[in-house]
């Protein structure tokens, strides 16, 4: 058998696999966040870790599988973030995670050193405070302590893959969100790195994600229950990672939506897809010599989330089922929008200045009204997304859907309105990501393809769009984006 971590912003969804990929059971293990003014967004690594323990023992103890029966573990994280290791291979300071906003200036010097369009026909992604390099720039320039201690920089699932297995290494999906990858030469970008000011040598070795890094060390495997014979293959990124775990792991089969604490649309590709408008990005994909074009908006599911934390009378235990409920397709917002930027915005509006807002409140609204417009912001902002991709010549024509929010049949039938195609729920959503980890470690283990994937995630309910009501979200859509537009500048303007 085959155990996945998939490390997300609010926990660490694990899950046991026989080795063909298909799923035997599932954990998950919530660990917290930091949010705090001034774009801060943080975690402690040792939280991951102590969740990837926790979770190993009690899918052991759950299912009652002997360690000897395990065979491998592979482990997905969230991307585009800093962790900034000592000499010892411990982090230096917390983990800085992908919805941190704080490098604006070190986005701004990279710029100024590359220009922006340069560094997207490197890169393949725009220059971002929200990416890997520009976090690691702003420690060197804000926390010289800190900084005086490191040694080595990596993301969520290399930090576990090196408490697992005491090699540091990344693999090509996640090298290619950092901000440092160069994605045709497949390396780390000298140019990139010498414009940031960076020694090439904190970063680590890039590998397949099928590739073993090796053995469990006998500290990981006494920590997690398990023997020194299991084999950790590196796995990927938690985006590319859930194409796989939603059946996408060719062209072919189309594009999914992510409905996540930040959400993404995306689909498998022969070559990386370049946005004259640099709206767009492309990943490497686990899937070696593919790439995942992606559009991620920061906070899909997190907007979800606030509304319902916001409108329980428990924020601790947030009624999110029942408010989607309440939002049917019978309530009528009214001209009422929600601009969902939480975090700032990646795709398509790249503006970390960008806050969230509700745009024409009347007496009249209540909490219905309120979470339906939370639900339609982040269908029309994902609907400019959709539109991106097809003004560079994808074609989408349905999309499938992975990620807690794909759990609710008003939000599907929202985003079939807004989108104009039908919205399918896969089999497994909330697991997706460990799915497609499973897939890659079997593959990695020479147990099976990536083909098998498509069968271990099947379509169980389709969400047609209503014509009128698409006619009707077309016209808001507009009104969406000018909302944003006219509040721009006062976004950009607001106190520091």
């Known amino acids: 058998m085959l155990i996945a971590h998939d490390l997300g912003t609010t926990g660490n969804k694990a899950s046991l696999h026989h080795d063909d990929g298909r799923l035997i059971a599932a954990v998950t293990v919530p ?5 705090a003014a001034g774009g801060i967004a943080e975690q402690n690594p040792d939280d991951w870790w102590n969740a990837v323990v926790a979770a190993t023992r009690d899918l052991l103890a759950r299912t009652a599988t002997a360690p000897s029966d395990v065979a491998g573990l592979v482990v997905s994280g969230q991307m585009m973030g800093a962790v900034l290791l000592d000499g010892d291979g411990e982090p230096a300071r917390p983990a800085i995670i992908w919805a941190d906003t704080r490098a604006g200036a070190q986005q701004r010097e990279l710029e100024a050193a590359l220009g922006a369009e340069r560094a997207y026909g ?12 520009e976090k690691i720039m702003w420690v ?15 993301v969520a699932k290399d930090f576990i893959v090196l408490r697992l297995t005491g090699r540091l290494a990344t693999d090509r ?58 084999r950790v293959v590196m796995g990927g990124g938690d985006g590319p990672l859930a194409a796989v775990g939603s059946g996408v792991v060719a062209p072919e089969d189309g594009a999914y939506v992510c409905l996540g604490t930040s959400s993404w649309i995306s689909f498998a590709a022969d070559a990386p897809l370049h946005d004259p408008a640099m709206r767009t990005f492309t990943f490497d994909n686990v899937v070696p010599g593919s790439f995942v074009p992606t559009a991620t908006m920061q906070a899909g599911g997190a907007s979800v989330q606030w509304i319902a ?4 009378p428990d924020p601790a235990h947030p009624e999110t089922g029942r408010l989607t409920a309440e939002a049917s397709a019978d309530v009528d917002t009214d001209d009422l929008y929600f601009l969902p930027y939480l975090l700032g915005e990646r795709s398509p509006l790249w503006d970390p200045d960008a806050r969230g807002a509700f745009v024409g409140l009347a007496r009249h609204h209540g909490r219905a009204h309120l979470v339906r417009a939370v639900l339609e912001g982040t269908a029309f902002n994902l609907l400019t997304c959709i539109q991106a991709f097809r003004e560079s010549g994808a074609v989408i024509d349905r999309i499938d859907a992975v990620g807690g929010g794909a759990q609710s049949d008003v939000y599907l039938s929202v985003l079939a309105d807004v989108w104009g195609v039908p919205v399918r729920r896969r089999t497994i959503v909330e697991e997706a ?23 271990l995630s099947e379509v169980t309910a389709e969400f047609t769009p209503d014509p009128a009501r698409h006619a009707v979200y077309a016209e808001r859509h507009a009104r969406f984006a000018d909302a944003y537009t006219a509040l721009a500048p006062w976004f950009a303007g607001r106190p520091r």
């Not at 490197?122 to 390099?133: A, E, K, Q």
């Not at 990536?450 to 069968?455: C, K, L, Q």
């Open 309 to 312: 934390e916001a409108l329980s």
């Open 31 to 35: 660990y917290p966040a930091h949010f």
């Open 433 to 455: 990501n460990s799915l497609g980890a499973a897939v890659t470690g079997a593959v990695g283990l020479g147990l099976t393809d990536f083909s098998a994937a498509r069968a």
């Open 173 to 230: 999906s996640d090298a290619s969100g950092m901000n440092a990858y160069d994605q045709a030469a497949g390396t780390w970008s000298s140019e990139v790195l010498a414009a940031a000011r960076l020694d090439p040598a904190l970063f680590p070795e890039i590998l397949e994600s099928t590739q073993i890094a090796g053995p469990l060390t006998p500290a990981a495997a006494e920590a997690l229950g398990l023997h020194t014979g299991v």
């Open 122 to 133: 490197i890169l393949g992604h725009r220059l971002n405070p929200t990416y890997s390099v």
């Open 140 to 154: 060197r320039d804000n926390e010289p302590d800190v900084w005086s201690r490191v040694r080595r920089v990596c």
